[in-house]
């Protein structure tokens, strides 16, 4: 664990406050969150944020995050991810970051409108993030 992580430990804030690091929500991953929550109650383990120029933007987790706006509920855990440099490649999140400024998905509330059926979010998003990673690792 590192030093960062044991000094920040998990807090809350609003979801309607988190920066999304991807484009789109799966209908089907999020009608299967939604089954599994009872309203702005929600029992969720913390959603993972890493700082980027000085912004915390969640890592994973937004499906959670989006069910968690879309039931009103007034605050959810985050939790510094302080292993995504040793796991993930920071270019590549840093590329999906770019895209969503582009697209003006700035904050959790964005996603409304851009939730994709299970096809379609594999071809706009999954396969997407595919080709900028072997871009990427090509570079």
Request: with cysteine; charged share 35%; aromatic share 10%.
């Amino acid at each position: 664990m590192s030093e960062r992580s044991r000094e920040s430990p998990p807090e809350t804030v609003s979801p309607a406050a988190l920066r999304p690091s991807q484009l789109y929500v799966s209908a089907e991953k999020l009608s299967a969150v939604l089954d599994r929550t009872d309203g702005p109650d929600h029992e969720f383990d913390p959603l993972p944020v890493y700082e980027f120029d000085g912004e915390r933007y969640l890592t994973d987790g937004h499906t959670r995050a989006f069910t968690a706006y879309l039931t009103d509920a007034d605050e959810v855990v985050v939790e510094y991810d302080a292993e995504l440099p040793e796991n993930y490649d920071i270019a590549r999140y840093r590329e999906c970051i770019r895209w969503c400024e582009e697209e003006g998905v700035e904050r959790v509330p964005d996603f409304v409108g851009r939730v994709l059926a299970p096809e379609e979010f594999e071809r706009e998003w999954l396969d997407r993030c595919s080709r900028a990673a072997e871009r990427l690792d090509r570079g």
